[in-house]
């Protein structure tokens, strides 16, 4: 009893703080992206990178810019990563080339998947200079393409969706750096190491050696959180106690994780003139994370493993709920960190961080992600009621026609086409199925997984899984490069679709698409799309696993 207290003042405490700052912190970042005059640390950066800061792309453009920056951002981690030996502060650290590409290319798409142990596998320069600073930047490219979205919605009869280099800069000096900063200095008070102390060798109890890695961990820990990354410091992840030392600093990153995603409704709402059709999206989030939530919470603590519930995998000093609650979050969003392991999650509570993943990244989402995922799932479902009731759809006084319609289509129908094909392709291959920890149900569970999280730019793994071989070092990396950028051309390209018609007034033949009837309607839609597309595979793994 007292564990379920605990557990339900956990969560209650969580949805207090997120309620508490989702007006403030949505509506400044509503007024970063339409403020009309440039920081000065701005204004350097645009003198010396010479950008035309007054100027303004079209969806062209503005794709252009995105995917060039960040094919150089690939390019420059890549380099760094391969050549961290001959650095300063090596420590011998070294990958293999196959892995260092998977790894560029995984923090560059905001995924953070590692296939390697982060103390041993990056230097401190690496994590630093590289890694961390991807963080802010992939976490920025998000939440600047889903403005550029909510520009299309809420401008009439224009051609540009913004500058994408004024909202990358925007979103890290205005947004990321500083909430980035207070949290670091929680973590630092609530005890998450940061130095750069020399590895020390102790003894241990039993006799043994053991080396004890130090590092810059608390600013790194607050930007993987606080930009949905999720790449860890240490192989344990979250559940380091380097990294998420007790239950406050627990509760703090998955604050961190939610605030910003749970909190861009409401910029949504002010931009496009009607903070009703935020709430309307935030409903959709709260939903389903509350479903998530539910089911992995309800499978762990009722699990045949005693009154405790299933504490296997999972650290004593946060237990199931904490554990169940990190782990819907994580996977609610695209962040990835784990404070516990989902391989040992029972079938139906691994089932569910998995369901979580294949919504499609909005309940919440990631930072930026969440949001143009869940506006893509509006169009969507203001399309079909359209077709129901024999109107033309619109939404915002704009008009999903046959362009904006197979645009949201193919956008969705990205991530499930890469895992059913890549989850397919890898179980009839002998040497995936030698990575495989299980047999049977549980195996499949783990190859799906994987895909599942490369597609979805989310992070997390099935550790069973030993995924660091070429063939799916090389198959993620792809499902993440698709899955990112293929997504964000569609959304760019509906963009500029919906900004060059006029908004119109709304008639008595429009549908409200800030209701509760609406919001159902979004739940239900979201709910009925990802079973439909994903039951047959999830029947043969942890359905078929549970029933078992």
């Given at each position: 009893?007292?564990?379920?207290?605990?557990?339900?003042?956990?969560?209650?405490?969580?949805?207090?703080?997120?309620?508490?700052?989702?007006?403030?912190?949505?509506?400044?970042?509503?007024?970063?992206?339409?403020?009309?005059?440039?920081?000065?640390?701005?204004?350097?950066?645009?003198?010396?990178?010479?950008?035309?800061?007054?100027?303004?792309?079209?969806?062209?453009?503005?794709?252009?810019?995105?995917?060039?920056?960040s094919?150089?951002?690939?390019?420059?981690?890549?380099?760094?990563?391969?050549?961290?030996?001959?650095?300063?502060?090596?420590?011998g650290?070294?990958?293999?080339?196959?892995?260092?590409?998977?790894?560029?290319?995984?923090?560059?798409?905001?995924?953070?998947?590692?296939?390697?142990?982060?103390?041993?596998?990056?230097?401190?320069?690496?994590?630093?200079?590289?890694?961390?600073?991807?963080?802010?930047?992939?976490?920025?490219?998000?939440?600047?393409?889903?403005?550029?979205?909510?520009?299309?919605?809420?401008?009439?009869?224009g051609?540009?969706i913004?500058?994408?280099w004024?909202?990358?800069?925007?979103?890290?000096?205005?947004?990321?750096?500083?909430?980035?900063?207070?949290?670091?200095?929680?973590?630092?008070?609530?005890?998450?190491?940061?130095?750069?102390?020399e590895?020390?060798t102790?003894?241990?109890?039993?006799?043994?050696?053991?080396?004890i890695?130090?590092?810059?961990?608390?600013?790194?820990?607050?930007?993987?959180?606080?930009?949905?990354?999720?790449?860890?410091?240490?192989?344990?992840?979250?559940?380091?106690?380097?990294?998420?030392?007790?239950?406050?600093?627990?509760?703090?990153?998955?604050?961190?994780?939610?605030?910003?995603?749970?909190?861009?409704?409401?910029?949504?709402?002010?931009?496009?003139?009607?903070?009703?059709?935020?709430?309307?999206?935030a409903?959709?989030?709260?939903?389903?994370?509350?479903?998530?939530?539910?089911v992995?919470?309800?499978?762990?603590?009722?699990?045949?493993?005693?009154?405790?519930?299933?504490?296997?995998?999972?650290?004593?000093?946060?237990?199931?709920?904490?554990?169940?609650?990190?782990a819907?979050?994580?996977t609610?969003?695209?962040?990835g960190?784990?404070?516990?392991?989902?391989?040992?999650?029972?079938?139906?509570?691994?089932?569910?961080?998995?369901?979580?993943?294949?919504?499609?990244?909005?309940?919440?989402?990631?930072?930026?992600?969440?949001?143009?995922?869940?506006?893509?799932?509006?169009?969507?479902?203001?399309?079909?009621?359209?077709?129901?009731?024999?109107?033309?759809?619109?939404?915002?006084?704009?008009s999903?026609?046959?362009?904006?319609?197979?645009?949201?289509?193919?956008?969705l129908?990205?991530?499930?086409?890469?895992?059913?094909?890549?989850?397919?392709?890898g179980?009839?291959?002998?040497?995936?199925?030698?990575?495989?920890?299980a047999?049977?149900?549980?195996?499949?569970?783990?190859?799906?997984?994987?895909?599942?999280?490369?597609?979805?730019?989310?992070?997390?793994?099935?550790?069973?899984?030993?995924?660091?071989?070429?063939?799916?070092?090389?198959?993620?990396?792809?499902?993440?490069?698709l899955?990112?950028?293929?997504?964000?051309?569609?959304?760019?390209?509906l963009?500029?679709?919906?900004?060059?018609?006029?908004?119109?007034?709304?008639?008595?033949?429009?549908l409200?698409?800030?209701?509760?009837?609406?919001?159902?309607?979004?739940?239900?839609i979201?709910?009925?799309?990802?079973?439909?597309?994903?039951?047959?595979?999830?029947?043969?793994?942890?359905?078929?696993?549970?029933?078992?």
């Open positions: 009893m007292s564990d379920t207290l605990s557990g339900l003042l956990t969560i209650g405490v969580l949805v207090v703080a997120l309620v508490v700052v989702h007006v403030p912190l949505g509506n400044w970042m509503a007024k970063v992206f339409t403020d009309e005059r440039h920081w000065r640390p701005e204004r350097v950066f645009y003198r010396l990178s010479r950008v035309d800061a007054s100027s303004e792309q079209g969806w062209r453009s503005y794709s252009v810019a995105v995917l060039a920056f094919a150089v951002s690939i390019v420059v981690l890549f380099l760094l990563i391969a050549l961290q030996g001959v650095l300063p502060l090596a420590r650290a070294a990958m293999h080339l196959d892995t260092a590409l998977n790894t560029a290319v995984s923090f560059v798409t905001n995924t953070n998947w590692q296939s390697y142990a982060g103390e041993s596998g990056v230097s401190p320069v690496v994590q630093t200079l590289g890694l961390t600073v991807q963080n802010f930047v992939s976490a920025a490219v998000g939440l600047s393409v889903a403005v550029a979205l909510v520009r299309g919605l809420a401008r009439s009869g051609a540009t913004g500058n994408f004024v909202d990358l800069v925007r979103s890290v000096v205005r947004v990321l750096l500083p909430i980035a900063v207070v949290g670091a200095v929680l973590l630092l008070l609530g005890g998450v190491i940061s130095n750069l102390a590895p020390t102790i003894t241990t109890v039993s006799g043994g050696q053991q080396v890695q130090g590092g810059l961990v608390a600013s790194q820990e607050a930007i993987k959180e606080l930009g949905t990354n999720g790449g860890g410091y240490f192989n344990a992840n979250s559940a380091h106690p380097f990294e998420n030392p007790n239950a406050l600093t627990n509760l703090l990153e998955i604050f961190l994780i939610l605030v910003i995603p749970f909190s861009l409704p409401r910029t949504y709402g002010v931009l496009v003139g009607d903070r009703r059709q935020g709430f309307a999206v409903g959709l989030m709260a939903a389903l994370w509350g479903i998530m939530l539910t992995i919470t309800w499978s762990e603590v009722h699990s045949a493993a005693g009154p405790l519930g299933s504490l296997e995998g999972k650290e004593v000093r946060f237990g199931p709920w904490a554990s169940s609650l990190f819907a979050s994580t609610g969003t695209s962040t960190a784990v404070n516990s392991l989902h391989e040992s999650y029972s079938a139906l509570g691994g089932g569910g961080a998995l369901f979580s993943m294949l919504l499609g990244e909005i309940s919440p989402g990631g930072v930026g992600t969440g949001l143009y995922g869940a506006l893509l799932i509006a169009i969507l479902t203001v399309f079909i009621s359209g077709l129901m009731v024999g109107r033309t759809p619109e939404i915002l006084g704009k999903i026609g046959r362009r904006e319609i197979t645009l949201t289509a193919l956008a129908l990205v991530m499930p086409a890469l895992v059913l094909v890549f989850t397919g392709i179980l009839v291959l002998p040497n995936v199925r030698a990575q495989m920890l047999s049977g149900p549980h195996g499949l569970t783990e190859v799906m997984y994987a895909y599942a999280s490369a597609s979805n730019n989310n992070g997390s793994a099935f550790a069973g899984f030993s995924a660091d071989a070429p063939y799916t070092n090389l198959t993620l990396a792809l499902c993440m490069l899955g990112r950028f293929v997504t964000i051309a569609l959304v760019l390209a963009a500029g679709s919906l900004v060059a018609q006029r908004r119109r007034p709304a008639t008595s033949g429009t409200p698409t800030h209701s509760p009837t609406f919001v159902g309607l979004l739940v239900g979201s709910l009925v799309v990802s079973g439909l597309t994903f039951f047959p595979a999830l029947a043969l793994g942890p359905l078929a696993e549970a029933l078992a």
